[in-house]
Antibody, heavy 124, light 111 residues
Framework: QLQLQESGPGLVKPSETLSLTCTVS??????????WGWIRQPPGKGLEWIGS???????YYNPSLKSRVTISVDTSNNQFSLKLSSVPAADTAVYYC????????????????WGQGTLVTVSS | QSVLTQPPSVSGAPGQRVTISCTGS?????????VHWYQQLSGTAPKLLVY???NRPSGVPDRFSGSKSGTSASLAITGLQAEDEADYYC???????????FGGGTKLTVL
């Protein structure tokens, strides 16, 4: 059974860089049918897609976050990672990693498997 | 302001049928991109409920059904049960943004 697990610091200082890693087990991250994505949810609010990466490094980013986001993939360890720079308090959220169906050229589909999520608080 | 618009809340009594709408535009739903639906129980990660407008993953009861027409989509839940009380989100792809977009979410209350 496919499982995803987020890991990283639960507390980040304002203006610093938030870094998270998602470890995938039960399937290879190099599968051709899927991207691997990050989604966040501020406390009491809705879901926001951050970005997604293919095993070859191809990425899609949310335009509203693109200037601060870097998503990378480590196929040897079956992991992918998120870096979000210059974080303000508004970046406080539960961060989820998920498998993202590759619907076709210039088209991303559904998220079928999700990690449990990790709360990252931005505070001094 | 979400790209996809959902009602903030809906409610229904046990056994009733409720629908949740998801309204988009010509750059997402109206452009032919698929709509997907998620259920998020309190304190848990979202769960895929419907994909590709109307398909259910294995294990999802047939009480849940999705449809799409024009620039909108709907999730219908029949035979409402107390365990259906949750937040529901629609999701699609937007060609103007070149990325995935979510609706703002709808809180379903079972009376």
């Amino acid at each position: 059974q496919l499982q995803l697990q987020e890991s990283g610091p639960g507390l980040v200082k304002p203006s610093e860089t938030l870094s998270l890693t998602c470890t995938v087990s039960g399937a290879s991250i190099t599968t051709t049918s899927f991207y691997w994505g990050w989604i966040r949810q501020p406390p009491g609010k809705g879901l926001e897609w951050i970005g997604s990466i293919y095993y070859n490094g191809n990425t899609y980013y949310n335009p509203s976050l693109k200037s601060r986001v870097t998503i990378s993939v480590d196929t040897s360890n079956n992991q992918f990672s998120l870096k979000l720079s210059s974080v303000p308090a508004a970046d406080t959220a539960v961060y989820y990693c998920a498998r993202h169906f590759r619907a076709g050229y210039n088209n991303l589909g559904y998220f079928d498997f999700w990690g449990q999520g990790t709360l990252v608080t931005v505070s001094s | 302001q979400s790209v996809l618009t959902q009602p903030p809340s809906v409610s229904g009594a046990p056994g009733q049928r409720v629908t949740i709408s998801c309204t988009g535009s010509s750059s997402n739903i109206g452009a032919g991109y698929d709509v997907h639906w998620y259920q998020q129980l309190s304190g848990t990660a979202p769960k895929l409920l419907v994909y590709g407008n109307s398909n259910r993953p294995s294990g999802v009861p047939d009480r849940f059904s999705g449809s799409k027409s024009g620039t909108s989509a709907s999730l219908a839940i029949t035979g409402l049960q107390a365990e259906d009380e949750a937040d529901y989100y629609c999701q699609s792809y937007d060609s103007s943004l070149s990325g995935s977009v979510f609706g703002g979410g709808t809180k379903l209350t079972v009376l």
